[in-house]
């Protein structure tokens, strides 16, 4: 069949069962679907569910609809080229958990006031540039101790290193791309085994930061530019590549990407994007291309 439904639960959530699949098959075929057989792609995990005769959005909303707020992410799609060779993903909140400009912020005793910059800037209320610049100039005289502590403190997103490991395994090539800070893409890269990063640079000087960006601000249109650019260098098409944030300035990057999936994004982000995960963690993007639990690797 031409088209397929995904079916995610949380790892630690509500099983996925065969009477939320049947309501899922209900939702298509009200709309006219032809459906074919269930496929478990994690025994109470992930499932793959064929149609045709019904376009791919419309039977993502149809079943989102129909699951009627159950734990349960819904991603449809064209069957073929669901595998994707080029994964290019944002940092913060997406790969690694929590902003680390906010962890930073703390170390300063500014968390309220650089919080409150960034959770604008990620609904999309103030341009990234300016909301960079705002709390970098609060940082003003932190010692530079501040960043590797912030860096020794990052953690992995449940299921981050799957993800990268198991893309990287089977041939794809896999990139980080943030509007934070490079002293912290290079540890994520590290720690969850991606093939490049991107990441903006602090300006430091007897070591302390001297509260501004090194220029050029890598924002919205540099994650667009990563994506585009390496594909084209490693001779991807677009339709074979796939993007992953959260915040508003990674809109462009998945508008263009071949699946662009908002991850526990901002609602202005979710609504636009191709696919949302709101419920599972990162694993949920290697069932989304069809890859089975056991061909998981990374832990």
Known sequence: MGCILTLIAAPRGKALDSSTVDAARRALAALGAKC???????PGLACDLSFDGLDPAAAQQAVRTALNGKPIDAVAQETAGRRKHLLVADMDATMIEGETIDNLAAEAGIGREIAAITASAMRGE??????????????????????????DAMRPMPGARALVQTMRRHGAYTVLVSGGFDVFTAHARDL???????GNRLEVAAEKLTGRVIDPILGRDAKLMTLTVTAA??????????????????LTMLGAAG??????AKPVVAAAAQARIDHADLTALLYVQGYRREEFAGG
Do not use: Q, Y
């Open 192 to 198: 969850l085994g991606c093939d490049a990063e991107r």
């Open 259 to 264: 699946m662009g999936v908002a991850f526990h």
């Open 126 to 151: 103030l341009d990234f540039p300016t909301a960079l610049r705002r709390r970098v100039a609060l940082l003003k005289g932190l010692p530079d101790s501040a960043l590797k502590k912030v860096r």
């Open 233 to 250: 260098k490693r001779g991807i098409d677009m339709r074979d590549t796939m993007a992953v944030g959260d915040g508003a300035n990674d």
């Open 36 to 42: 074919g057989a269930t496929d478990w792609l994690g």
